[in-house]
């Protein structure tokens, strides 16, 4: 059964620090994952997807993500944190078993200390 | 400017209440999809449409229906059966492009009962 689990409800970092958020996934067939950012009171906007080709992705804002298959992982990163990249990160994953069927993550807050 | 729209941003509703919250898209997208967001929570699917006059239920559809009688347009009603309307609703669509493709997010609506 497809499953996403986001492996922190929240991660703290100070401006100018890496940033990591950590996905993992369950997937029976061959997957594509997606990150999206949800800014307080907002839709999400997508960071990035995987979706076969390229195992590291990059997105918007300075953001990336590495798929690996072998340890069913999809993190995210960035190498220096702003203020304005405070938000909520959900990781997803689009699959199809029987039907197409999109699960997300329950989501990482992150903060940003100045 | 291609996007999501819903409206209103903000909706109270009594308790036995039906309302009806909008969702409209000009991405010329086959796909829309109602999510309900709870605190600390994913999200969650309520209702899908891959086609005009097609729809089907998603994980949580008690207490709501849809109608998909236009391609650009997928509104939501949450009816006086829907036990805790309370929470943040997301309308997004997508292209079905093999089924791999992301979903874009319209700004959402939030809902108290009252």
């Known amino acids: 059964a497809q499953s996403v689990t986001q492996l922190d409800s929240h991660v703290s970092v100070s401006e100018g620090t890496p940033v990591l958020l950590r996905c993992n996934y369950s997937?029976?067939?061959?997957?594509?994952l997606f990150w999206y950012v949800q800014h307080p009171n907002k839709g999400l906007q997508l960071l990035l997807k995987?979706?076969?080709?390229?195992?590291l992705v990059k997105g918007i804002n300075g953001f990336e993500a590495e798929f690996k298959k072998s340890e069913t992982s999809f993190h995210l990163t960035k190498p220096s944190a702003h203020m304005s990249d405070a938000a909520e990160y959900f990781c997803?994953?689009?699959?199809?078993?029987?039907?197409?069927?999109?699960?997300f993550g329950a989501g990482t807050r992150l903060f940003v200390k100045a | 400017d291609g996007g999501i729209t819903q409206s209103p941003k903000y909706l109270f509703r009594k308790e036995g209440q039906n309302v009806t919250l909008s969702c409209e898209q000009n991405?010329?997208?086959?796909?829309m999809y109602w999510y309900r967001q709870d605190p600390g929570q994913g999200l969650r699917l309520i209702y899908y449409?891959?086609?005009?006059?097609?729809?089907q239920k998603g994980d949580i559809a008690e207490g709501y229906s849809v109608s998909r009688e236009k391609k650009e347009s997928f509104p939501l009603t949450v009816t006086s059966a829907q036990k805790n309307p309370t929470a943040f609703y997301l309308c997004?669509?997508?292209?079905?492009?093999?089924?791999?493709?992301?979903?874009?997010f319209g700004p959402g609506t939030r809902l108290t009962v009252l």
């Open positions: 995987y979706t076969s080709a390229a195992t």
């Open positions: 991405l010329n997208h086959d796909a």
């Open positions: 997937s029976s067939y061959s997957p594509s």
């Open positions: 997004a669509s997508s292209d079905p492009g093999g089924g791999y493709n992301e979903q874009f």
């Open positions: 449409s891959q086609i005009v006059n097609d729809f």
């Open positions: 997803v994953v689009r699959d199809y078993t029987g039907g197409f069927k999109t699960i």
